[in-house]
Nanobody, 115 residues
Framework: QVQLVESGGGFVQAGGSLRLSCLAS????????RGWFREAPGKQRTLVAS???????KYKDFAKGRFTISLDNAKSTMYLEMNNLNVEDTGVYYC?????????WGQGTQVTVSS
């Protein structure tokens, strides 16, 4: 069973930065894709950035140039570096792993950006 634990969320002023971490435990397939999603108040959960099993990285338009997703396999940790944050970035951020055997989510970490 794969378990994911996010951390690194918090309160930040507009223009500030945060780095989110997602620690994975359990047996993860080499065919796994990984990503960060967010859920803003009153809105659906949406993809922020992803890394495919082949290492291909994609960002949603709102994240391009501001957010960086990375993976440290030695630490079983995925990161989301977020810079130049704005109030629209407020929400709960979730990490996700999808693989042939299942789809796994963390509990989420709250990010609040004040103007």
């Amino acid at each position: 069973q794969v378990q994911l634990v996010e951390s690194g969320g918090g309160f930040v002023q507009a223009g500030g930065s945060l780095r989110l971490s997602c620690l994975a435990s359990g047996s993860i397939s080499r065919l796994a894709g990984r990503g960060w999603f967010r859920e803003a108040p009153g809105k659906q959960r949406t993809l922020v950035a992803s890394i495919s099993d082949g290492g291909n990285i994609k960002y949603k338009d709102f994240a391009k140039g501001r957010f960086t997703i990375s993976l440290d396999n030695a630490k079983s940790t995925m990161y989301l570096e977020m810079n130049n944050l704005n109030v629209e970035d407020t929400g709960v951020y979730y990490c996700n792993i999808w693989e042939p055997h299942g789809d796994y989510w963390g509990q989420g970490t709250q990010v609040t950006v004040s103007s």
